[in-house]
């Protein structure tokens, strides 16, 4: 499956934005699909998770309460809706095949396809 993310940009601190990831193929809906967060001079980080039929999520601690991870498998795509953002959120986003696990979610494949980036300013 190929990965396209699109959406970011630049906000001002406390606004919203609103990430798409678009995938190729005929096995999405069966994916466990995930996004993810590069901050430069960082490593990627785990953001959010979602199963392949949407009822289950998981976030990481410092967006919980103000992101949410949805999906429309007729559509091919995953969303992450992005609130309250913060200066902190600042990085480039990507959309990814993941593993689920308990409380979060890794990488399935190393494979990213085209990140995003998010810009706030404080």
């Known amino acids: 499956v190929q990965l396209q993310a699109s959406g970011g940009g630049l906000v001002q601190a406390g606004g919203s934005l609103r990430l798409s990831c678009a995938a190729s193929g005929r096995t999405f809906s069966s994916l466990h699909m995930g996004w993810f967060r590069q901050a430069p001079g960082k490593e990627r980080e785990f953001v959010a998770a979602?199963?392949?039929?949407?009822?289950?999520?998981h976030y990481t601690d410092s967006v919980k309460g103000r992101f949410t991870i949805s999906r429309d498998n007729a559509k091919n795509t995953v969303y992450l809706q992005m609130n309250i953002l913060k200066p902190e959120d600042t990085a480039v986003y990507y959309c990814?095949?993941?593993?689920?696990?308990?409380?979060?979610?890794?990488?399935?494949?190393?494979?990213w396809g085209q990140g995003t980036q998010v810009t706030v300013s404080s």
């Open positions: 990814a095949v993941v593993v689920m696990t308990q409380e979060t979610a890794t990488p399935k494949y190393d494979y």
């Open positions: 979602i199963t392949w039929s949407g009822s289950i999520t």
